[in-house]
C-alpha cells in the first residue's frame, strides 16, 4: 500500500539521549545482494494496541491508524516519495468548481471477503460515519459535505441518515455536493476516515471492529489484544504490487523493548529509535538507521475544561507566558539529541502554507516576559501538569518542560505519566486532563488547514481540549469558501495568527523520523507521515 493516509494522533517515541547524530536520508537496499527474498514472507513492524475497533471513521492515533492503512485503501492516496496526490480506486476526480465534485470508481476492485468495491461502499460508509448515532471520532471529517447538518446536528438527533450532497448515478460515480466551497476538499479524500466499508460491516458494526474486512493490500489475519495484530497479503488486490507477505504488528509498552528486539533481529522495522538509544543508533543500525523529515509537531495542549484553567485571570497572557519559558533550542539539542527542530509556529516548515517565525515572540525564550505575562494573567501561584504516555519516552522532556516552567516563572509544573498511548488517549478522550497534555500531529494531508482547522476549530474531531475561537472559527470559514487552492492558504495563515492571541496549545518542536530496520528485510522507506511503505518492504528467505 503506498502513502500513509492515516497521520493521527502521535505516540511517537520523544528521543532523550544525549549527543549528536549523523544525517541520513530514508534507507536503501543494505542488505547483502546474495542473499535470497521470500516474496511471501511476513515481517514485524513497531506498534500498539488501538484505541478503539478497527472502523475507519473512528480512528484517530498511529496504532489503530496504522492497521486500518494496512487493510483499506481509499479513492486517493499520497505518493511516499513525493507527498503528492494521486489517485488510486478512484479512476478519475473531477472538479466543477469548489463545491462540486464527480468520482469515478475504479472497476476490479474487491473487498477482502470478494464483494465488489463500488461508489455506493464510500456513500454508505460516509453517511455512517456521519452519524451522532455511532459516536465516531472523525464524524466531523464529513461537516463539509451538503446535509451533513441534516445528519449531525449541533445538538439532538439527526432528522436523516442521508446526506443530500451525496450520490450514486450509477455503480462506479460518485456525485458530491458540499454545503460551501472548499478549494482543498480533494486533499481529504486520502484520509482513513473516506475510506470504504462492505456490506456486511453494517450487519455488526461492533464485530466487524474486531474482525475488519477491508480492499487494502492486506487482509486480516488475527487479533491478539495488547500483544499484535496480523495481516496478511491480499492476491487479489488491486493496487501496485505487494513485494511481502503480510505484517505482524506488535505492540510494546516500551520503546527501548522495540529498539532491543529490532537490534537483535527480532523486530524488523521500527515506528522510531528509543530515546536511550538516540546517541548510538546510527552506529548500532549502520546503513540501516533512517534518519528522515516528517511533516509533524509536537505540542502541550491545553484542557480548557479544567478548573486549573478556567479560573485564570488571563488565560491568553498565561498560555504566552509558559511559551516563552521554555528553552526550545537547549531542550532540542541536549534533552532530544538535535533530533527536533524548535517550532516557530503550529505548521511544519514542509506543509503547503508554513509561514517562517509565525508564532513570533511567543515561542522565543524569554524567562523575564514569561513572568511578566504569567503575574499579569493572574497565575503566579498556579499549578499545572502534563499528561503523557511513559510507553512513548516522553517523560525527560517533559520534566525538562516543567523545570523550565517552574523556575522561570514560578508555576507549579509535574508531568502526568500514564501506563501506554491507550490509557492517555482515554483520558483526554473523557475530559479528564488536569490542566495540559501533551499532543503530537503528524499530516493527514499536506496543507497548512490540517494543523489549524483539523485541531483547532471549535467542532474538529482533533479538537479534545474544547477550545473555541470566534475570530478563528470566522477566518477558517473565509478561507474555506476561497475561490483557488492559493487564496485558501493565504487565508489560513491568517487564521493561525489569530491562535496566538490565546494559545490553544504550545508549539515546541517538528518532528524527525529517526527509525530503522532489522537484517532480515530491504527496501524500506519512510514518507513525509513517518510511516514505512509497507508493500515496498522485501524480507530475506531464512
Known amino acids: 500500500m503506498r502513502g500513509a493516509k492515516s497521520a493521527k494522533w502521535v505516540a511517537i517515541a520523544a528521543v532523550v539521549a544525549l549527543g549528536a547524530t549523523a544525517c541520513g536520508g530514508g534507507s536503501s537496499d543494505s542488505g547483502d545482494s546474495s542473499r535470497k527474498v521470500n516474496p511471501d514472507g511476513v515481517f514485524s513492524y513497531q506498534s500498539s494496541e488501538p484505541q478503539h475497533p478497527i472502523q475507519p471513521a473512528n480512528v484517530m492515533e498511529t496504532g489503530g491508524g496504522h492497521i486500518t492503512d494496512a487493510l483499506f485503501s481509499g479513492l486517493a492516496d499520497y505518493n511516499p516519495k513525493t507527498g503528492k496526490l494521486e489517485n488510486l480506486v478512484a479512476e478519475d476526480i473531477k472538479q466543477t468548481d469548489a463545491s462540486h465534485y464527480t468520482i469515478k470508481v475504479k472497476k476490479g476492485w474487491t473487498f477482502h471477503n470478494g464483494e465488489p468495491v463500488t461508489a455506493h461502499s464510500f456513500i454508505d460508509a460516509w453517511n455512517w460515519g456521519a452519524d451522532p448515532k455511532n459516536a465516531q471520532q472523525n464524524s466531523s471529517w464529513f461537516a463539509d459535505i451538503k446535509g451533513y447538518d441534516e445528519v449531525h446536528p449541533e ?21 458530491v455536493e458540499l454545503a460551501t466551497p472548499v478549494p482543498y476538499w480533494t486533499y481529504k479524500l486520502g484520509y482513513s476516515a473516506f475510506y470504504p466499508l462492505p456490506k456486511v460491516f453494517f450487519t455488526n ?17 488475527k487479533w491478539n489484544h495488547n500483544q499484535n495484530f496480523e495481516v496478511k497479503r491480499y492476491d487479489k488486490y488491486a493496487g501496485p504490487k505487494v513485494k511481502n507477505g503480510g505484517i505482524n504488528f506488535k505492540f510494546y509498552t516500551t520503546s527501548e523493548a522495540a529498539y532491543k528486539d529490532a537490534t537483535s533481529d527480532n523486530l ?183 494543523f489549524l482547522k483539523d485541531l483547532y476549530g471549535t467542532t474538529a474531531a482533533g479538537n479534545e481540549g474544547g477550545y473555541s475561537n470566534k475570530e478563528f472559527d470566522g477566518l477558517a470559514a473565509k478561507a474555506d469558501k476561497a475561490s483557488s487552492l492559493e487564496e485558501s492558504v493565504k487565508l489560513y ?29 530491504k527496501g524500506v522507506v519512510y514518507d513525509t507521515f513517518g510511516k514505512p511503505d509497507y508493500a515496498e518492504v522485501e524480507v530475506f528467505a531464512k
Not at 205 to 221: D, I, L, M, R
Not at 312 to 327: E, T, V, W, Y
Not at 498 to 504: E, G, N
Request: with cysteine; net charge positive.
Open 155 to 175: 445538538k439532538g438527533a439527526g432528522k436523516t441518515t442521508k446526506m443530500s450532497g451525496l450520490s450514486a448515478p450509477d455503480d462506479y460515480t460518485i456525485k
Open 205 to 221: 458494526p461492533k464485530k466487524y471492529g474486531q474482525e475488519p474486512v477491508g480492499n487494502g493490500a492486506y487482509s486480516f489475519v
Open 268 to 450: 524488523d522495522v521500527l515506528d522510531q529509535v528509543a530515546p536511550s538509544a538516540m546517541a548510538s543508533y546510527h552506529q548500532d543500525l549502520g546503513d540501516r538507521a533512517v534518519d528522515s523529515p516528517q511533516n509533524a509537531i509536537q505540542t502541550i495542549a491545553v484542557a480548557e475544561y479544567a478548573p486549573s484553567i478556567k479560573g485564570l485571570k488571563d488565560r491568553g497572557k498565561f498560555m504566552q507566558g509558559i511559551s516563552m519559558a521554555i528553552d526550545r533550542d537547549t531542550i532540542t539539542k541536549t534533552v532530544l539529541a538535535g533530533s527536533r527542530t524548535p517550532a516557530t509556529g503550529y505548521v511544519p516548515p514542509a506543509v503547503e502554507g508554513y509561514k517562517a517565525d509565525a508564532c513570533g515572540e511567543f515561542c522565543k525564550y524569554n524567562p523575564e516576559k514569561a513572568k511578566q505575562l504569567i503575574q499579569e494573567a493572574g497565575g503566579a501561584n498556579a499549578t499545572v501538569s502534563v499528561l503523557y504516555n511513559a510507553d512513548g519516552g516522553h517523560k525527560e522532556w517533559v520534566t525538562a518542560v516543567c523545570a523550565n516552567i517552574t523556575q522561570n516563572t514560578g508555576v507549579k509544573c509535574e508531568g502526568d505519566a500514564k501506563a501506554d498511548f491507550k490509557t492517555a488517549l482515554d483520558v483526554r478522550t473523557k475530559k479528564k486532563v488536569q490542566s495540559f497534555y501533551r499532543s503530537g500531529w503528524v499530516q493527514d494531508y499536506p496543507l497548512n488547514a490540517n
Open 493 to 521: 495563515q491568517e487564521a493561525e495568527t489569530a491562535l496566538y492571541k490565546d494559545m490553544p496549545s504550545i508549539p515546541l518542536w517538528y518532528y524527525k523520523t529517526n527509525a530503522g530496520y532489522s537484517k532480515n528485510v
